[in-house]
């Protein structure tokens, strides 16, 4: 059973581009959850998602972010017009339900550069 | 939400038991406490989870007082492959993802 899977594993963009970073999750599971880490930093939550809703996106910035998870298909966090803050390494998380008490597998990351 | 408190750094050796303690004062009744681990360039990775006294798997013992007020991780015989950021999580089991917060964690350096 393959684990949750993020591509690019490396993402380098100048500002004013758009990176576009996909995960799929495990299998058999319809949850999937976005986190951000900056360096020496813990993980901030950032969206929640089930497929094709939108569940909570209390963490996302309101411009330039987005997320879906479309029935068919990996999730995909966009961020358009990138600036150098948003260099960091973006996590995806997945769940086979939303209760807190059963694990979320983390995926290994993709790390955006912003040149 | 219960807030956590963890050291921000611990040093330890080879062989070595390793304790690492969380704080969790306002803990809700209804909370569970979980432990993750996450190397270098790598995702969390759960470790362990408990609601009260003690819970022990493959890879680490996790100890809850009768307060639960706290919690201690414990690393039998550490190894240097331990070296990493350990994180301490606090909610219940209909907390939201974005309810639960990671913090800055613990890194836990093993020397030879």
């Known amino acids: 059973n393959a684990g949750v899977m993020q591509n690019p594993r490396h993402l380098v963009r100048r500002r004013g581009q758009e990176a576009r970073l996909r995960c799929s999750p495990m299998?058999?599971?319809?949850?999937v959850y976005w986190y951000r880490q900056l360096p020496e930093e813990g993980l901030k939550f950032m969206v929640y998602l089930q497929k094709e809703n939108i569940i909570d996106e209390s963490g996302m910035p309101k411009e330039r972010f987005s997320a879906e998870f479309p029935k068919e298909g990996p999730s995909i966090l966009r961020i358009q017009q990138v600036v150098r803050g948003d260099s960091a390494a973006y996590f995806c998380?997945?769940?086979?339900?939303?209760?807190?008490?059963?694990?979320?597998?983390f995926g290994p990351g993709t790390r955006l550069t912003v040149l | 939400l219960a807030k956590t408190t963890q050291p921000i750094s611990m040093d330890s050796y080879e062989g070595q038991e390793v304790n690492i303690t969380c704080s969790h004062n306002?803990?809700?009744?209804?909370?569970?406490i979980t432990w993750y681990q996450q190397f270098p360039s790598q995702g969390p990775r759960f470790i362990i989870q408990?609601?009260?006294t003690k819970v022990t798997n493959e890879v680490a013992s996790l100890f809850i007082p009768a307060d639960r007020k706290s919690s201690t991780l414990s690393l039998p015989r550490v190894s240097l492959s331990d070296t990493a950021v350990y994180y301490c999580?606090?909610?219940?089991?209909?907390?939201?993802?974005?309810?639960?917060?990671f913090g800055s964690g613990t890194r836990l350096s093993i020397r030879p």
């Open positions: 999580l606090v909610g219940d089991m209909y907390s939201s993802a974005s309810k639960i917060i």
């Open positions: 408990g609601y009260k």
């Open positions: 299998k058999g599971h319809s949850h």
């Open positions: 998380a997945s769940s086979p339900q939303e209760q807190v008490r059963v694990t979320q597998y």
């Open positions: 306002n803990i809700a009744t209804n909370d569970y």
